[in-house]
């Protein structure tokens, strides 16, 4: 009869997937309201890094926002599209 040890028995803990939630450009919202959306959606981004998303979104068509667990990734995609800002979230590959 074998005998386990620890090591054997533990189980290796895999990382929560990651969701990179995106934002989209749009026509009717003005840069600066985009930017105070985005800082009060995500709070721990900083005026520069919001900016320079919102810049993206306005050049790009798109722009990356955070990345993130799914969940969080779901509730500020939500919380953008209440603020009337085109977000939609992906699998970070």
Same mark, same amino acid.
């Given at each position: !009869?074998?005998?386990?040890?620890?090591?054997?028995?533990?189980?290796?803990?895999?990382?929560?997937?990651?969701?990179?939630?995106?934002?989209?450009?749009?026509?009717?919202?003005?840069?600066?309201?985009?930017?105070?959306?985005? !800082?009060?959606?995500?709070?721990?981004?900083?005026?520069?890094?919001?900016?320079?998303?919102? !810049?993206?979104?306005?050049?790009?068509?798109?722009?990356?926002?955070?990345?993130?667990?799914?969940?969080?990734?779901?509730?500020?995609?939500?919380?953008?599209?209440?603020?009337?800002?085109?977000?939609?979230?992906?699998?970070?590959?």
């Amino acid at each position: !009869m074998a005998v386990e040890t620890i090591e054997q028995r533990s189980t290796v803990r895999k990382l929560a997937p990651r969701y990179r939630v995106l934002l989209h450009n749009d026509e009717y919202n003005s840069m600066e309201y985009v930017v105070q959306v985005l !800082m009060k959606t995500v709070p721990s981004l900083t005026i520069p890094q919001a900016v320079s998303i919102m !810049m993206e979104a306005h050049t790009n068509g798109i722009a990356l926002v955070i990345t993130c667990a799914q969940e969080h990734a779901e509730f500020y995609c939500e919380t953008l599209k209440n603020h009337s800002l085109t977000s939609t979230i992906e699998p970070d590959e």
